[in-house]
T-cell receptor, first 115, second 111 residues
Framework: DVKVTQSSRYLVKRTGEKVFLECVQD?????MFWYRQDPGLGLRLIYF???????EKGDIPEGYSVSREKKERFSLILESASTNQTSMYLC??????????????FGPGTRLTVT | SQQGEEDPQALSIQEGENATMNCSYK?????LQWYRQNSGRGLVHLIL?????REKHSGRLRVTLDTSKKSSSLLITASRAADTASYFC???????????FGKGTRLSVIA
C-alpha cells in the first residue's frame, strides 16, 4: 500500500515564525504536490515537483517555498507565517502519466493555525 | 485554476437510497477522477475514467462521462452511513500536468 505521511496532524505557530511541513512517500513516486484546503475554496495547488531538486509553482505559491532534496521527501516552507496561512495542508504523490495509474495518493493532512 | 465544479454542494439522503453527484469542467481532458475525503482527513482515490470511456463501475460506484457536455456524474448505490464524506472530481488535461480539483460535494447519509 502506498503510504504518504505528513510530519504533524496539528500545528500551532505564531505570526512571523518560519514553518516547515514535511511530507514523505514510500512508493518511489516521481510526482509530489502540496495543496491547501479552505472551506468553500476546495483544494488549491501551492507547489509541485516532478523530480528531485525540481519544483514548479502552482496556483497560489505566494508566501511559500518548497524543497525536494530526496525523491521521497517534499517539504513546504512558510518563510514568515501569517494568519491568512491558517489552513489544512495536504501533500500528495503520484506516478508520472504513462507509467501506471495516475491517481494521487494523499497524506492525512496538517491543520496549521497561525496566531 | 478551478476546473471541475461539483453539483450539488451538499446532499443529504437516507441510508439505502442512491446518491448522485455531478461534475462539470471547462477544457478538454485526458481523464477525470473522483476522490472521497472523510472529515479532517486526506483524500482517497475512488475511480478514474478516461476521455474515451463513457461509463465505469467499481462496486457500488458508477461513473459516467460525457465529453460533449464536459460533465461527469458519480452514482453511489444503496448508500450507507459510512459513505458520509465529501466527494471531489479532478481533471487531468494534458501530459503530466497536475490534477485540478473541484470544490466538492458534501454527502450526508442518515441512518
Amino acid at each position: 500500500d502506498v503510504k504518504v505521511t505528513q510530519s504533524s496532524r496539528y500545528l500551532v505557530k505564531r505570526t512571523g515564525e518560519k514553518v516547515f511541513l514535511e511530507c514523505v512517500q514510500d512508493m518511489d513516486h516521481e510526482n509530489m504536490f502540496w495543496y491547501r484546503q479552505d472551506p468553500g475554496l476546495g483544494l488549491r495547488l501551492i507547489y509541485f515537483s516532478y523530480d528531485v531538486k525540481m519544483k514548479e509553482k502552482g496556483d497560489i505559491p505566494e508566501g511559500y517555498s518548497v524543497s525536494r532534496e530526496k525523491k521521497e521527501r517534499f517539504s513546504l516552507i512558510l518563510e514568515s507565517a501569517s494568519t491568512n496561512q491558517t489552513s489544512m495542508y495536504l501533500c500528495a504523490s503520484s506516478l508520472p502519466l504513462g507509467r501506471g495509474p495516475y491517481e494521487q495518493y494523499f497524506g492525512p493532512g496538517t491543520r496549521l493555525t497561525v496566531t | 485554476s478551478q476546473q471541475g465544479e461539483e453539483d450539488p454542494q451538499a446532499l443529504s439522503i437516507q441510508e439505502g437510497e442512491n446518491a448522485t453527484m455531478n461534475c462539470s469542467y471547462k477544457t478538454s481532458i485526458n481523464n477525470l477522477q473522483w476522490y472521497r475525503q472523510n472529515s479532517g482527513r486526506g483524500l482517497v482515490h475512488l475511480i478514474l475514467i478516461r476521455s474515451n470511456e463513457r461509463e465505469k463501475h467499481s462496486g457500488r460506484l458508477r461513473v459516467t462521462l460525457d465529453t460533449s457536455k464536459k460533465s461527469s456524474s458519480l452514482l453511489i448505490t444503496a448508500s450507507r452511513a459510512a459513505d458520509t464524506a465529501s466527494y471531489f472530481c479532478a481533471t487531468e488535461s494534458s501530459g503530466n500536468t497536475p490534477l485540478v480539483f473541484g470544490k466538492g460535494t458534501r454527502l450526508s447519509v442518515i441512518a
